[in-house]
């Protein structure tokens, strides 16, 4: 898979879930069977407010993500690996909470998902760091 692909991919991805959880909050809380509670003042809606901020972050994430993707061939081998090792640890720390909210709270498919969507996502990354270039200097996972 060449780079800039995997970079527009991760981009779409994250702008579909971003505008899922801007716009349909309650809906992806259910998903992950958030119940609505009410305990000293936190409600199910402080809740659901905060995976619309979520959402928006992750709608800004995409779109930076799908540039960085038509710019991928442009940057020089020091800025894309800086890219790259940005991508791999941001999504690592989001598998790994991913990975300990489903074992701890969610128990359910959606999770699961979430989890591995993540890993995915940082085994690519990884994988294009350790295999560098290609013989015809196309970024691509070996």
């Known amino acids: 898979m060449k780079l800039s692909s995997l970079f527009a ?3 779409i991805l994250f702008v579909a879930l971003g505008i899922a959880f801007a716009v ?3 809906s ?13 003042g936190i409600t ?5 407010a905060f995976a619309r901020m979520f959402g928006a972050a992750l ?8 540039a960085v993707s038509r710019a991928a061939n442009e940057l020089s081998a020091a800025n894309l690996r800086s890219v790259l090792m940005a991508l791999l ?7 790994i909470v991913s990975i300990t909210q489903q074992s701890s709270f969610w128990y359910n498919a959606a999770g699961w998902i979430t989890s591995g969507i993540f890993a995915l996502l940082t085994l690519a990354y990884g994988a294009i760091l350790v295999a ?8 691509s996972v070996v």
């Open 9 to 11: 991919i991760n981009g």
């Open 24 to 26: 349909y909050g309650p």
């Open 28 to 40: 992806m809380m259910g998903f992950f069977k958030v119940p609505e509670l009410n305990i000293d």
């Open 44 to 48: 199910y809606w402080h809740v659901t």
């Open 59 to 66: 709608f800004g994430y995409g779109f930076l993500l799908w």
């Open 89 to 95: 640890l941001g999504n690592l720390l989001a598998a």
């Open 132 to 139: 560098g270039r290609s013989k015809n200097g196309e970024k």
